[in-house]
């Protein structure tokens, strides 16, 4: 396959933010559109499931691996842009961190709430993330991605239906390739100060120095789930080396080498004891790859496909 830097059998622990997970069959960094068009079409023709990852936060591979190809945008896929004096054009795998220090260093105010969030920009959009008060959704202007069969698409934040940590890519296949935020000017001391205070936060009140995914859970309806967990009495609870974080309820960490199946046994006697206690069942929020899902999923797009070619061939005739 061309030029494109292609590994094997490559442990998902070492490019994820939990350190957990067995090998992909096959690992892509595409440094091109035209690269990851290529990978997207290649992949549906020898009918391979094909999973996209960014940073590797908010995600939980089992531990036998992943049965496929990996599309992986981090570094090979980072880059910022100014389009206007308030507008920035950035590649989805720019990290929130290295994109919050670039608005900062601008003087462009409204992305502070994402500074300390982990992951990439590409993923921030997948999920809406968001955190104090702000959301990806707030600045997002627009969207350039590629669909399963590599076919560049361009769409308005707006017709991305985002609501509380959802994208119309959460049910959607799509690859971020960037997008274009709307920011406003700001003091660059006052969005320096606003950035250090929510780092000073999260360092003093999660577990930014332990292995996870980031937030476990989806905040339930009218409470939160750090605070059900830590109500049931479960922080510092353990399964192997999957343990509720003593220090952020709604973390569960690797403290040490974790499996997948420890993690999500973990995950379900919280599940049951929060139930149990307050009648409300946490949602997971972390993303689980699942090789057999996404091959059924393309065996749909290639059955459309093929369909679509009939139908035009008919006409034709």
Not at 19 to 31: H, L, V
Not at 73 to 98: F, H, M, Y
Not at 255 to 270: D, Y
Not at 289 to 315: H, I, K, N
Request: overall charge negative; glycine content about 10%; some cysteine.
């Amino acid at each position: 396959m061309g030029m494109i830097n292609t590994k094997e059998n490559v442990p998902m622990k070492n490019h994820t933010t939990l350190k957990i997970g067995g090998p992909a069959r096959r690992f892509f960094e595409p440094e091109t559109i035209e690269d990851m068009a290529q990978i997207l079409q290649e992949s549906l023709e020898e009918e391979a499931p094909l999973f996209v990852l960014g940073n590797g936060s908010n995600v939980l591979f089992p531990d036998e691996g992943y049965d496929g190809w990996i599309l992986h945008l981090g570094p090979n896929w980072s880059g910022i842009e100014l389009v206007d004096a308030c507008r920035l054009r950035v590649k989805s795998g720019t990290t929130n961190q290295e994109l919050a220090r670039f608005t900062r260093l601008a003087g462009l105010a409204g992305y502070e709430f994402a500074s300390g969030i982990p992951g990439t920009v590409g993923g921030a959009i997948v999920m809406n993330a968001g955190a104090y008060d702000g959301e990806t959704v707030d600045v997002l202007e627009s969207v350039r991605w590629l669909d399963r069969r590599g076919n560049l698409h361009v769409a308005a934040g707006e017709e991305l239906d985002m609501g509380y940590r959802h994208s119309r890519f959460s049910d959607e296949f799509g690859v971020i390739v960037d997008a274009v935020y709307r920011l406003r000017p700001g003091d660059t001391r006052a969005i320096e100060q606003r950035i250090d205070e929510l780092t000073q936060k999260r360092w003093s009140k999660q577990p930014m120095e332990a292995a996870s995914a980031g937030s476990t859970f989806k905040r339930p309806a009218g409470s939160f789930a750090s605070k059900l967990i830590h109500e049931s009495g479960l922080q510092g609870l353990r399964v192997g080396d999957a343990m509720v974080s003593e220090k952020h309820a709604g973390f569960l960490i690797n403290a040490g080498e974790s499996t997948c199946g420890e993690f999500l046994e973990l995950v379900r006697q919280v599940q049951e004891k929060v139930e149990s206690d307050s009648g409300i069942r946490l949602e997971l929020e972390i993303r689980r790859p699942d090789a057999a899902a996404d091959a059924a999923r393309d065996a749909v797009l290639r059955r459309q496909a093929e369909t679509e070619m009939e139908e035009g061939e008919e006409q034709e005739d």
